[in-house]
């Protein structure tokens, strides 16, 4: 059964770093597209970020929100996924969702999200 | 804000037609396919909808979507109680070099 699961989450001060990670199971992260999406505390969905299959090189997109602050990669070794978070801002509170294989094709998986909280 | 303008929220009784429209632009609907998402209160998104019409699998032939110009549809058909959840379109953005969501629509059966 695939599986995708985050960790990382937590509470974090304005201005510091956090890095968020996806665990992929029966799921090779690494030949997929693979994204990050976020939902603040009673808002809807946004999509942060997302990198393309190792094979096709290294491409990644981000969210005009995040760019320049977050930092999208894979381990394909570890089959993992990664979201680095600096310069964090209250406004960047949310649950943050792995996904893979989203947006193009019949199916897609998604994770159970981890609570990013940024306050002092 | 998202530039996908979908309505807060539609309504209807058990069995009947509900539609949910996706208002964006020439640089987003207007060039490329749409998905739709079915969102139940703490849980993550759910893929109903790919490709504009195509329906994921499992996924009932209750629902269906459809695209014209630079808008889409969700359409819910013989509404159920399992229904009631929240749903969003999402769409790349040529211009913003991104994936964009609508603004997400509260369904609720009487």
């Known amino acids: 059964e695939v599986q995708l699961v985050e960790s990382g989450g937590g509470l974090v001060q304005p201005g510091g770093s956090l890095r968020l990670s996806c665990a992929s199971f029966e799921f090779s992260a690494s030949s997929h597209w693979m994204h990050w999406v976020r939902q603040a505390p009673g808002k809807g969905l946004e999509w942060v970020a997302r990198?393309?299959?190792?094979?096709?090189?290294?491409?990644?997109d981000y969210a005009d929100s995040v760019r320049g602050r977050f930092v999208i990669s894979r381990d394909t070794a570890k089959n993992t996924l990664y979201l680095q978070l600096s310069s964090l801002r209250a406004d960047d509170t949310a649950v943050y969702y792995c996904?893979?294989?989203?947006?193009?094709?019949?199916?897609?998986?998604w994770g159970q999200g981890t609570l990013v909280s940024v306050s002092s | 804000q998202s530039v996908l303008t979908q309505p807060p929220s539609v309504s209807g009784n058990p069995g009947q037609r509900v539609t949910i429209s996706c208002s964006g632009t020439d640089s987003n609907i207007g060039r490329d396919f749409v998905c739709w998402y079915q969102q139940l209160p703490g849980a993550a998104p759910k893929l109903l909808i790919y490709?504009?019409?195509q329906r994921s699998s499992g996924v009932p032939d209750r629902f269906s979507g459809s695209h014209s110009g630079t808008s889409a549809s969700l359409a819910i058909s013989g509404l159920r109680s399992e229904d009631e959840a929240e749903y969003y379109c999402?769409?790349?953005?040529?211009?913003?070099?991104?994936?964009?969501f609508g603004t997400g629509t509260k369904v609720t059966v009487l």
């Open positions: 490709r504009d019409n």
């Open positions: 999402v769409v790349w953005d040529a211009s913003l070099r991104g994936y964009v």
């Open positions: 990198i393309n299959p190792d094979f096709e090189g290294s491409v990644t």
């Open positions: 996904s893979g294989n989203t947006f193009g094709g019949p199916r897609d998986y």
